[in-house]
């Protein structure tokens, strides 16, 4: 199956600096999506990506979905202390969501 | 918004016993799906269903696992003789469709349900 390489593992950023993180894959996926997972609860969907070179926003944050369809980066602006939490992309390989292993994001007030 | 129920919240059981955890998916969607997620580790499809049958199973879901939608609104995973590897968070999701190529319908998760096996 496919895998997805997600970095950084885990941030330590202040306040109101901005994000980023991103995710590899060696094949290709037709679908990109974004999920925040806060602790105990399931994934929260952020931002869905369908088109190569798609660039799309969700207040402050913005994903693209890499032009040759193995790559996608979330970029959040003026963090927040509620953006903490562990981010995954996913790719969709067939009916089924691969996921990353995870960006933990922690924010000093 | 609607969103998708899981119970319990939290199941302990003895090894070897078995396990059913309840999900209602969003009342209009049509796909449904199970994933588990072993503490500290990524999010793993386990099963997708539709129309009343299993269309996609990953290698985890061997021939413990089932799954069934008993009536018009639950969608149940039974674990028939759990192990103490099978302790992890399972999630339900449900998506209005399969995800077509520009397809804006993607898939919804539940809260998931804490399976601790002693």
């Known amino acids: 199956g496919q895998q997805l390489n997600q970095s950084p593992q885990s941030m330590f950023i202040q306040e109101g600096e901005d994000v980023s993180m991103n995710c590899t894959s060696s094949?290709?996926?037709?679908?990109w999506l974004w999920y925040k997972q806060d602790p105990g609860e399931g994934p929260v969907l952020l931002i869905a990506?369908?088109?190569?070179?798609e660039l799309t926003s969700n207040g402050r944050l913005t994903a693209q979905f890499g032009i040759t369809r193995k790559d996608s980066f979330l970029n959040i602006s003026a963090s927040i202390p509620s953006d903490v939490g562990i981010y995954f992309c996913a790719g969709r390989e067939s009916q089924k969501l691969v996921f990353g292993q995870g960006t933990r994001l922690t924010i000093n007030p | 918004e609607p969103e998708v129920t899981q119970t319990p919240s939290h199941q302990v059981t003895q090894m070897g016993q078995e396990v059913i955890l309840r999900c209602v998916p969003i009342?209009?969607?049509?796909?449904f799906y199970w994933y588990r997620q072993i503490l500290g580790q990524k999010v793993e499809f386990l099963v997708s269903f539709y129309n009343n049958e299993i269309s996609e199973k990953s290698e985890i879901f061997d021939d413990q696992f089932s799954v069934e939608r008993p009536d018009g609104s639950n969608f149940t995973l039974k674990i028939r003789s759990t192990k103490l590897e099978d302790s992890a968070m399972y999630f339900c999701?449900?998506?209005?469709?399969?995800?077509?190529?520009?397809?804006?319908?993607?898939?919804?998760f539940g809260d998931g349900t804490r399976l601790s096996i002693l």
């Open positions: 999701a449900s998506s209005l469709d399969r995800g077509a190529l520009y397809s804006n319908q993607p898939q919804h």
């Open positions: 009342s209009n969607h049509l796909y």
């Open positions: 094949s290709i996926f037709n679908t």
């Open positions: 990506l369908y088109k190569a070179g």
